[in-house]
């Protein structure tokens, strides 16, 4: 797949970057840039208006083939439009979904094919009150704002590891887009915060048009847009959310975020990857087993340099093979400088207890790449501000405030039994993702905090992008 970003870097940002979101399209329809209230958001029915002739009018240009689609939606609400107010003015909901399309180049799309053009048109032409041109704005803009959703959910993105398909982001079908528009408390909040994508776009994107940031910081701004198309809108339930640029992790519930802590990821050499899979259960007293480089980077030469006792210390247990029943053997029996030089391989793994380095607890949502969430004893880690050092899996600050929630109870404080497993009242999805630009934590602030990019999938920019116009922390 070839990234939208990867061609939007190669030809350079479009000037219309610095243009103010809603500036083109009230300055096109001859509107006031100010409107506050429903009856300055657009033009309104003539006096002499009656809505059944809107009704009919509606009806009659549903007719076309083009709108053939959208009549089962406008029967079922007994064909009231939705991008017009009451009183016949033109819904604020319809100028920002112009404005979105018009700026879809943004998004690595062709605002032709959305036919932004045809929407401004169609605007332009109802200010007439004409029911017919009113019929014909209706059923244009649900079309486009149709095709708008359908084409960003699949519009292309980084590259993320899937569990399954039911994690990935899904085009819906014209009628469930229009439905969720309809059923949302508010369509102008609900097209403002592009409510069918997750919750991080609408900020990073509304970014791009804002003026203050530089053009290596928009760039940076497009990469980081690529990785968040990545994941679904996830408007309902629950979700773990594992920024591995920014070392932190959320917790989801209904779109917004209830909990937060920092974590651990992965070195550079062994960078924890863009993935999504759905926790399922945890195990208490974990048992580590020692990944096979760091037995014979490791463990092979601290054996080697202080002998067998090394792992009676260290609360390590050497086994006869992979298998969960292989028994222990004897650590004296192992040819560890054909294990410390690479040529055999010994499976060693630690035993619970404080030293573990597991901790107490670890997440699990399996998969091929071996990450998963866990406790560690290490939580000298957390207090430092670059926290890549794990071997890929995501260490957590506090595991027991992870696992209360996961588990919707506390965790049990004695569990006398190594491995413990202790599902979890249903599966909760959980994606890992890189944003090295992100939504500033202060209330009521717009503003970006720009990252380092300790794993260089930015290309050497966030270097330069460093340093901008926000200073604050994301939280």
């Known amino acids: 797949m070839t990234s939208s970003t990867d061609r939007r870097t190669a030809r350079g940002l479009p000037a219309r970057l610095a243009r103010p979101v809603l500036f083109g399209c009230f300055l096109a329809l001859g509107l006031p840039l100010a409107a506050p209230a429903q009856a300055q958001q657009g033009q309104s029915f003539r006096d002499d208006f009656a809505r059944d002739d809107f009704t009919g009018a509606l009806r009659s240009e549903m007719d076309g083939r083009a709108a053939s689609e959208l009549r089962p939606f406008y ?16 819904r604020q909901a319809a100028l920002t979904l112009l404005d979105q399309v018009e700026g879809a180049e943004m998004d690595g799309l062709n605002p032709r094919r959305l036919k932004a053009q045809d929407l401004a048109k169609a605007l332009d032409r109802a200010r007439s009150g004409d029911p017919h041109a009113l019929a014909r704005l209706e059923l244009t803009a649900s079309r486009v704002y149709a095709g708008w959703v359908a084409a960003l959910r699949g519009a292309d993105h980084a590259p993320m590891i899937y569990e399954s398909e039911a994690l990935a982001p899904v085009v819906p079908t014209t009628m469930a887009s229009l439905q969720a528009a309809a059923a949302s408390p508010s369509l102008d909040q609900h097209m403002a915060k592009m409510a069918w994508m997750h919750p991080l776009y609408a900020p ?25 198309r990545a994941m679904p809108a996830l408007g309902a339930g629950r979700y773990v959310l594992v920024d591995a640029a920014g070392a932190r992790l959320w917790m989801y519930e209904n779109g917004k ?64 093979g992979w298998d969960d029943s292989a028994p222990p053997v ?16 010994v499976r060693v793994r ?10 107490r607890v670890k997440f699990m949502f399996p998969n091929a790449q071996g990450i998963y969430l866990h406790d560690t004893p290490d939580k000298a880690l957390m207090r430092k501000d670059e926290r890549t050092a794990s071997s890929g899996c995501v260490r957590l600050e506090d595991a027991a405030r992870l696992g209360r929630w996961l588990l919707e109870k506390p965790m049990p404080r004695q569990v006398s039994e190594a491995e413990k497993r202790l599902e979890l009242p249903a599966p909760v999805p959980v994606y890992i993702t890189y944003l090295t630009a992100f939504p500033s934590a202060k209330p009521g602030s717009s503003a970006i905090v720009f990252r380092a990019d300790p794993y260089g999938r930015d290309g050497g920019i966030t270097q330069m992008a460093s340093g901008g116009p926000v200073s604050d922390t994301a939280r």
């Not at 070195?267 to 195990?283: V, W």
Request: glycine content about 10%.
């Open 330 to 345: 004897d650590p004296a029996t192992v040819d560890w400088s054909s294990v410390a030089s690479g040529l055999s391989q």
């Open 257 to 320: 975020p209830v909990d937060s802590m920092k974590v651990v990821v992965g070195k550079s050499d062994n960078q924890t990857p863009m993935m999504a899979g759905f926790l399922r259960y945890a195990i208490l007293n974990p048992y580590w087993n020692v990944p096979d480089d760091l037995v014979a980077g490791r463990i092979a030469h601290n054996v080697l340099d202080k002998g067998p006792a090394y792992l009676k210390a260290g609360g390590y247990e050497v086994l006869d």
């Open 204 to 228: 990073l994107r509304a970014a791009l048009f804002e003026r203050g940031y530089s053009d290596v910081q928009r760039r940076q701004l497009a990469l980081n847009l690529d990785r968040v």
């Open 75 to 90: 029967a079922v609400r007994g064909w009231q439009p939705l991008w017009l107010e009451a009183d016949g003015s033109v």
């Open 350 to 359: 630690q035993l619970p207890g404080r030293s573990n380095f597991m901790g």
